[in-house]
Antibody, heavy 119, light 113 residues
Framework: EVQLVESGGGLAKPGGSLRLSCAAS????????MNWVRQAPGKGLEWVGR??????????DYGAPVKGRFTISRDDSRSTLYLQMNTLKTEDTAVYYC??????????WGRGTLVTVSS | DIVMTQSPESLAVSLGERATINCKSS????????????LAWYQQKPGQPPKVLID???TRESGVPDRFSGSGSGTDFTLTISSLQAEDVAVYYC?????????FGPGTKVDIK
């Protein structure tokens, strides 16, 4: 069974940092292109960024609101995706989801982890 | 960036009646090399993560009731709930995963009339 389990959320101060993890199982993680998506309280869904597989160059793309502040990385030996969030702003408060998209089965989402940025 | 729009913003339908949600993309999400539309529909209930209902515009996910169906191609898509049930009250989103940044529609809230 495919599973994506996010962790690492919590409370951070404006200007602070937090690192999220997403543990993957049930598929070949090293072949997968992985994404982060977030949802602010009461708001819609926003794509944060994507990392390609190592064989595809491990290229990373970011959404405009987080570019230069967030870093996506992966550890294929641990089947884990990371999101390093620096210089946090109150508007980064959201539930953060990791997702991947399979060629046959389409999108698969984790259950998310809540990040709250507040003084 | 591909802009996704949805209509209506909200709708109220009687139990057992049909609900139709439209989604439009600012450019085609049909990938010519595999003839697939890179479009998904999600259902989200309060306090829960989005649930994938439909991917590739018309493929129902395993376990999703057959009253949910997706149609359309290119830039215009529709999610239909053929006979609304009480448990279908939720917000519904469309998403394109044709190109980054992946973008979502603003959501359509479905309620019981």
């Amino acid at each position: 069974e495919v599973q994506l389990v996010e962790s690492g959320g919590g409370l951070a101060k404006p200007g602070g940092s937090l690192r999220l993890s997403c543990a993957a199982s049930g598929f070949t993680f090293s072949d997968a292109w992985m994404n982060w998506v977030r949802q602010a309280p009461g708001k819609g869904l926003e794509w944060v960024g994507r990392i390609k597989s190592k064989s595809d160059g491990e290229t990373v793309d970011y959404g405009a609101p987080v570019k230069g502040r967030f870093t996506i990385s992966r550890d294929d030996s641990r089947s884990t995706l990371y999101l390093q969030m620096n210089t946090l702003k109150t508007e980064d408060t959201a539930v953060y989801y990791c997702i991947t998209i399979f060629e046959i089965d389409g999108p698969c989402w984790g259950r998310g982890t809540l990040v709250t940025v507040s003084s | 960036d591909i802009v996704m729009t949805q209509s209506p913003e909200s709708l109220a339908v009687s139990l057992g009646e049909r609900a139709t949600i439209n989604c439009k993309s600012s450019q085609s999400v049909l990938y010519s090399s595999d003839n697939k539309n890179y479009l998904a529909w999600y259902q989200q209930k309060p306090g829960q993560p989005p649930k994938v209902l439909i991917d590739w515009a018309s493929t129902r996910e395993s376990g999703v009731p057959d009253r949910f169906s997706g149609s359309g191609s290119g830039t215009d898509f529709t999610l239909t709930i053929s006979s609304l049930q009480a448990e279908d009250v939720a917000v519904y989103y469309c998403q394109q995963y044709y190109s980054v940044p992946f973008t979502f529609g603003p959501g359509t809230k479905v309620d019981i009339k």
